[in-house]
């Protein structure tokens, strides 16, 4: 057990998380300072806790995948209902941001006369960051969401028990295929993202400039090599993984009824956002690092 | 079947946090009878099956099913025992992403090689014997509650167990249909000689059905026997349970 002294007085600090926490006071102190240093490393224990368990429950995942059986028919399942059913959305927003993008790039270029370089510059805004970001942002949303609500309701509905009392590993059947499927939709429509931003860059820059369809894709892959592409695509791989298991731990730890599903749900949202955020910026340092050029 | 009997608690107790479920209870189901969990709401009947079922873990003590213990095994380790098990649950817990029928073959898909027409018959099969022969293609959605009870205790007998776990059977169910379901589950007793636990509230049904009954009440085991021993227990909340509720 770890026991940890703080004295009021002196304001020493103290390690996060000890087991007990033994306050000294003087009698001088502010009442106010002991109301909020309990609460405050009462937090901080809970969170470490939490990260904890996150991190058992992705290494679980990670463990189940070279353990029978694999599930296949139902993470083809899960990736038609992650992809296929985000591809639509996915599509529309890529088609608004190439749009938006052009214009930008446009307005900017122009007073360099750089107009010719629109093209290839739009498609590498899109394949390098924004494509894979805005990717995963909207499917951390429109995913993750769904996976939080999804298991957070068949917990609180003992559903996930009775998985298990037919005999099913309700943990492989319900969290690893859907991370599995995380992670390979993602890409793909990260592909699809950039595919369509690139479409709707061609339709602003259309109506502008009048320019051809095949002299505008020759300008924008003049320049985009494969070394581009894959390294920056591949990074959504890890936020598939991040979107998948975050949600699936938040909706298969789900407690408290109708209002803990609705919990589950909209932390799978804020949390898997947040870790994308985070998660993307260490790959775009690690990637620099590991492929020099590539970034 | 064996000396230990089908199921065996040693000394078993749960808690919740602060709140202590279950403690140091110990009992005995034979194999090929049918075990009755007596008891008020929130006595620890609910949590004692899922205890056998392996749900749940105790903080203390032995649970052996047909001769195995079950206590350390994890997820994985269960899965041979569980597929000799059915589970009624108190909620039913339909999945309600498919239909009724699918829920009933669910196991069969998942753990026998039988054709799609075999396991759709024998689905279909289930839900007649429970009167729901008209809602296969039904979303659980759609049902009664006590209806759902009823599909619940359709895929529950779906791989022919030879150990049913029941909670509350009779919960939203019409005397007749509740009639029905008490002499199911007595045809599946004596049929397939299965061990049923059965957690019920409503005594006609736990004497009809129940070969032994145990009176559960703040964790423990206040009473054990037959009916008629429970009847004269002398525990007064046993025989005013037993009295108060004989009506159903």
């Known amino acids: 057990m770890r026991i940890q002294v703080f004295n009021l007085a002196t304001r020493l600090k103290v390690d996060s998380a000890p087991d007990v926490l033994l306050l000294v006071s003087n009698g001088n102190e502010s009442p106010s300072l002991l109301s909020w240093v309990a609460p405050v490393l009462a937090s901080g224990r809970q969170a470490i806790e939490w990260f904890g368990d996150l991190s058992l429950f992705q290494a679980k995942v990670i463990r189940e995948s070279f353990r029978r059986p694999f599930e296949f028919t139902e993470i083809l399942r899960q990736i038609f209902e992650i992809g296929w059913r985000s591809s639509a959305l996915i599509a529309l927003a890529g088609l608004a941001v190439g749009v938006v993008l052009s214009i930008h790039t446009r307005a900017t270029l122009e007073r360099f006369g750089a107009e010719s370089m629109i093209p290839t510059a739009l498609a590498f805004a899109l394949v390098k960051e924004t494509g894979p970001l805005i990717t995963g942002l909207l499917v951390s949303g429109r995913v993750g969401a769904g996976i939080g609500a999804e298991l957070g309701g068949m917990r609180v509905t003992e559903q996930i028990d009775a998985l298990e009392s037919l005999a099913v590993d309700s943990f492989k059947y319900l969290v690893f295929t859907r991370v599995v499927a995380c992670a390979i939709a993602l890409p793909l429509l990260t592909t699809l993202m950039n595919f369509t931003g690139m479409l709707g860059g061609f339709a602003a820059e259309s109506f502008i400039s009048n320019t051809s369809f095949r002299l505008y894709f020759t300008h924008s892959f003049s320049s985009l090599a494969f070394s581009d592409y894959i390294p920056p695509t591949l990074r959504t791989v890890v936020f598939g993984l991040i979107i998948g298991s975050t949600s699936a731990f938040l909706g298969y730890n789900a407690t408290g009824g109708a209002e803990g599903v609705g919990r589950a749900a909209t932390q799978s949202v804020v949390l898997s956002s947040i870790f994308l955020i985070v998660a993307d910026v260490w790959l775009v340092e690690f990637i620099l690092f590991a492929i020099p050029g590539s970034i | ?248």
């Open chain 2, 1 to 248: 079947m064996n000396e230990a009997g089908a199921i065996r608690f040693e000394g078993v107790s749960k808690s919740f946090g602060e709140r202590k479920v279950l403690r140091d209870i110990s009992f005995t189901v034979e194999a090929g009878t049918a075990y009755v969990l007596l008891g008020r709401s929130g006595s620890g009947k609910s949590v004692t099956l899922k205890l056998i079922c392996g749900l749940i873990k105790p903080d203390a003590g032995k649970i052996q099913v047909e001769n195995e213990e079950i206590t350390g095994l994890d997820s994985t380790g269960m899965i041979p025992i569980r597929k000799q098990m059915g589970f009624l649950f108190q909620s039913s817990a339909l999945f309600d992403s498919i239909s009724v029928g699918e829920n009933v073959a669910f196991a069969m898909r998942r753990h026998t090689n039988k054709p799609d027409q075999e396991i759709h018959d024998v689905a279909q099969k289930a839900l007649d014997q429970v009167g729901l022969g008209k809602e296969y293609d039904s979303m659980p959605s759609s049902l009664s509650g006590g209806m759902r009870k009823r599909a619940g205790l359709a895929r529950a007998l779906a791989l022919e167990p030879s150990i049913l776990l029941i909670d509350e059977p009779s919960a939203g169910l019409d005397p007749i249909t509740s009639s029905e379901i008490d002499d199911l589950l007595l045809t599946i007793k004596k049929d397939r000689h299965a061990t049923l636990v059965v957690v019920t509230h409503n005594i006609p049904s736990a004497r009809a059905v129940g070969d032994r009954m145990a009176f559960l009440d703040d964790g423990r085991i206040l009473a054990e026997g037959t009916a008629n021993e429970l009847e004269h227990s002398e525990h007064q909340l046993v025989r005013e349970f037993l009295k108060s509720r004989q009506g159903g």
